[in-house]
T-cell receptor
Framework: EPEVTQTPSHQVTQMGQEVILRCVPISNHLYFYWYRQILGQKVEFLVSFYNNEISEKSEIFDDQFSVERPDGSNFTLKIRSTKLEDSAMYFC?????????????FGPGTRLTVL | GENVEQHPSTLSVQEGDSAVIKCTYSDSASNYFPWYKQELGKGPQLIIDIRSNVGEKKDQRIAVTLNKTAKHFSLHITETQPEDSAVYFCAASGDIYNFNKFYFGSGTKLNVKP
């Protein structure tokens, strides 16, 4: 069964460093998303992406964050200058289409630890 | 924006018993309510969903009910098995635009004791 994959599973970085989290969505999916979950808190929406551009983003997704689909298979989340509060589990998701009632398939997540 | 509350945060049941997880939402425009199961080391996986035009949906041992008036929805698992042990998340969405943004509950850790 096709699945969303994410690398690395765990990333440790120093405050102020740049990190890139990588995702390979399901191959025929067209819509891509990033969510994050700070330990003990809810899963929060960060950004959605379609047709090579951001379609919606939350207030969390500030100028320190960017997303990119550098080729036909990868979808990346970049944090330019990490802060302690960026420590969280980051989930990538994809779906065949947008709109209501559309199932989003989630990857296993990348645990980001900022020291 | 939408706010989803989920209870309980942990739930321990004996194998064979039923488990019920409840969620409330705040935005009456929300019209799609998926439930995700997350096992250790894995991402959330959809187990059942319900649309706002339906009051109840069942899939084998799993059922979901929706009360739009009260703005709450529940997950029911009957005849629980140890493999049902996981974290369960409810979510709500209903964006009128093309791209769905899910609002998640805080999760329920279900432990099914053999």
């Amino acid at each position: 069964e096709p699945e969303v994959t994410q690398t690395p599973s765990h990333q440790v970085t120093q405050m102020g460093q740049e990190v890139i989290l990588r995702c390979v969505p399901i191959s025929n999916h067209l819509y891509f998303y990033w969510y994050r979950q700070i330990l003990g808190q809810k899963v929060e929406f960060l950004v959605s992406f379609y047709n090579n551009e951001i379609s919606e983003k939350s207030e969390i997704f500030d100028d320190q964050f960017s997303v990119e689909r550098p080729d036909g298979s990868n979808f990346t989340l970049k944090i330019r200058s990490t802060k302690l509060e960026d420590s969280a589990m980051y989930f990538c998701a994809s779906s065949t289409q947008g709109g209501t009632y559309n199932e989003q398939f989630f990857g296993p997540g990348t645990r980001l630890t900022v020291l | 924006g939408e706010n989803v509350e989920q209870h309980p945060s942990t739930l321990s049941v004996q194998e064979g018993d039923s488990a019920v997880i409840k969620c409330t939402y705040s935005d009456s425009a929300s019209n799609y309510f998926p439930w995700y199961k997350q096992e250790l080391g894995k991402g959330p996986q959809l187990i059942i969903d319900i649309r706002s035009n339906v009051g109840e949906k069942k899939d084998q041992r799993i059922a979901v009910t929706l009360n739009k008036t009260a703005k709450h929805f529940s997950l029911h698992i009957t005849e629980t098995q140890p493999e049902d042990s996981a974290v369960y998340f409810c979510a709500a969405s209903g964006d009128i635009y093309n791209f769905n943004k899910f609002y998640f509950g805080s999760g329920t850790k279900l432990n099914v004791k053999p």
